[in-house]
């Protein structure tokens, strides 16, 4: 008997694991496009992961709005361009360089010379004292 109860057990597992996530598209290159997207996409919450890596409820939300686009026959542009009327271009994981964005490609350039600038200043100084 406890056989029996464990082998059914085991088989109602196995069905579990085959099947597909709710969140899952049927068609395969759907959900292949969806999954595309989901990583060009900051979630809002995490800010540091893409939509298709985030926990976040709200990236669950936007992955499902992804897929409903889809379906319904938006093309990767028309989802890009919906979400980014919704949430601006903040969204994109990578932003296009225009003047609303031109604080954010600099900033890693502007930090990098600045740290070059102190890591000079430091190594001058201390070559001015000399030997202690």
Request: proline share 7%.
């Amino acid at each position: 008997m406890k056989t029996l109860l464990l082998a059914a057990f085991l088989l109602a597992q196995t069905a579990a694991a085959a099947a597909p996530a709710p969140e899952t598209l049927p068609d395969p290159a759907q959900e292949a496009r969806a999954r595309a997207l989901q990583k060009e996409f900051r979630c809002l919450v995490c800010q540091g992961e893409s939509i298709d890596e985030s926990g976040a409820p709200l990236a669950a939300d936007l992955r499902r709005l992804i897929r409903e686009r889809i379906v319904q026959g938006d093309s990767n542009a028309q989802v890009e361009r919906y979400l980014v009327a919704r949430y601006g271009a903040y969204i994109l994981l990578n932003p296009p360089l225009t003047t609303d964005t031109y604080a954010l490609w600099a900033a890693p350039f502007v930090v990098l010379l600045l740290a070059a600038g102190v890591g000079i200043a430091v190594v001058r100084r201390a070559a001015r004292r000399g030997p202690e």
